[in-house]
């Protein structure tokens, strides 16, 4: 039996905003008997719930019973702001015959950021130098 790992998603920044890249990294287990090569299918959404793939599936190397992989995803220049559900599907196309495969998907929601509407740089007059200091 594959699963995830107990903290499902986990991304990096935690409290992204628009323009960030976001590190995505999910903890796979297999607790079950060794198993042969299986893919993982990042989505943005939920599978059921019309949820569209990112990219083409990720095939894992074969595991053995209780070994964990870790699986990195990246995605640069997130934008828009606001709410965003990812997801994340073992065997997606249910090719492992598995005790359970209700713990087949991992989901995590979290909000992107607009960014902020204050300047983050300030030009002040006593700082600035006109050369020639004068024109004719």
Same mark, same amino acid.
């Given at each position: 039996d594959l699963?995830?790992?107990?903290?499902g998603i986990l991304i990096e920044p935690a409290s992204p905003m628009v323009g960030d890249t976001i590190n995505v990294r999910?903890?796979?287990?297999?607790?079950?008997?060794? #198993?042969?090569? #299986?893919?993982?299918?990042?989505?943005?959404g939920l599978p059921d719930n019309g949820g569209t793939p990112i990219g083409a599936p990720v095939a +894992?190397?074969?595991?053995?019973?209780?070994e964990t992989r870790t699986?990195? +995803?990246? +995605?640069?220049? #997130?934008?828009?702001?606001?709410?965003?559900?990812?997801s994340a599907v073992l065997d997606p196309g249910q090719q492992i015959n598995e005790l359970d495969e209700s713990?087949? !998907?991992?989901?995590?929601?979290?909000? !992107?950021? /607009?960014? /902020?509407?204050?300047?983050?740089?300030v030009l002040l007059r006593a700082d +600035?130098? !006109?050369?020639p200091p004068s024109v004719n």
């Open positions: 699963r995830f790992g107990a903290a999910a903890t796979v287990t297999n607790v079950g008997r060794e #198993v042969g090569s #299986v893919q993982l299918q990042w989505m943005n +894992l190397p074969p595991m053995a019973r209780n699986i990195h +995803l990246e +995605l640069p220049n #997130v934008r828009p702001a606001g709410s965003r559900t990812l713990n087949n !998907v991992a989901t995590t929601t979290f909000e !992107v950021a /607009p960014l /902020p509407l204050v300047p983050d740089a +600035l130098t !006109v050369t």
